[in-house]
Antibody, heavy 121, light 107 residues
Framework: EVQLEQSGAEVKRPGATVKISCKAS????????LHWVRQAPGKGLEWVGR????????IYADDFQGRVTITADRSADTAFLEMSSLRSEDTAVYYC??????????????WGQGTLVTVSS | DIQMTQSPSSLSASVGDRVTIACRAS??????LNWYQQKPGKAPKLLIY???SLQSGVPTRFSGRGYETDFSLTISSLQPEDFATYYC?????????FGQGTKVEVK
């Protein structure tokens, strides 16, 4: 059974850095991209970036360039999202998702349960 | 970036109703169009991929159609568990982009 297990909720001050994790199981971690998607309270889904765990290649959304880093520990089948210079607008649930594990055309077919990041002074 | 526009943003319907949600892409995306269902406090769930293919385990009352720029999701007979928010997404190119969502509410 494919599962993505995310780390727990975080509360950070403005300007701080947060690092959250996503542990994959049930499939070969390096065979599929691992994406991060966020959802601010009451808002829609926003793609943050993605990692190719096979070669550590990353692509980030323009809005997050320079402020976000996605990495992986292949020995632990775990991906990480690090976001710096946090501001209140970064308060959101952050989801990890993998694409194309079960089907073609790369839909996001498996999702983590989400990690709430709250930025507040 | 490819913009995805859903309509309507919300709708009210009753159990048993036929419901259709539209999604338009700002440029052609072939059939790289996916639909997700999201309930409050939960992660999105893949319903349809490749514009019309039903994900395993998804009830057959859900169907998708369309190609290039215009797509739709239809629920043939709305069930109580279908009241949720629905998102379309293109995975034709990077960045993958989502529509703004359509909330299906109880009439």
């Amino acid at each position: 059974e494919v599962q993505l297990e995310q780390s727990g909720a975080e509360v950070k001050r403005p300007g701080a850095t947060v690092k959250i994790s996503c542990k994959a199981s049930g499939y070969t971690f390096i065979d599929n991209y691992l994406h991060w998607v966020r959802q601010a309270p009451g808002k829609g889904l926003e793609w943050v970036g993605r990692l190719d765990a096979e070669d550590d290649e990353t692509i980030y959304a323009d809005d997050f360039q320079g402020r976000v880093t996605i990495t992986a520990d292949r020995s632990a089948d775990t991906a990480f999202l690090e976001m710096s210079s946090l501001r209140s607008e970064d308060t959101a649930v952050y989801y990890c998702a993998t694409d194309g594990v079960s089907v073609g055309l790369n839909p996001f077919d498996y999702w983590g349960q989400g990690t709430l990041v709250t930025v507040s002074s | 970036d490819i913009q995805m526009t859903q309509s309507p943003s919300s709708l009210s319907a009753s159990v048993g109703d036929r419901v259709t949600i539209a999604c338009r892409a700002s440029q052609t995306i072939g059939n790289y169009l996916n639909w997700y269902q999201q309930k409050p406090g939960k992660a999105p769930k893949l319903l349809i991929y490749g514009a019309f293919s039903l994900q395993s385990g998804v009830p057959t009352r859900f169907s998708g159609r369309g190609y290039e720029t215009d797509f739709s999701l239809t629920i043939s007979s709305l069930q109580p568990e279908d009241f949720a928010t629905y998102y379309c997404q293109q995975t034709y190119n990077t960045p993958p982009t989502f529509g703004q969502g359509t909330k299906v509410e109880v009439k």
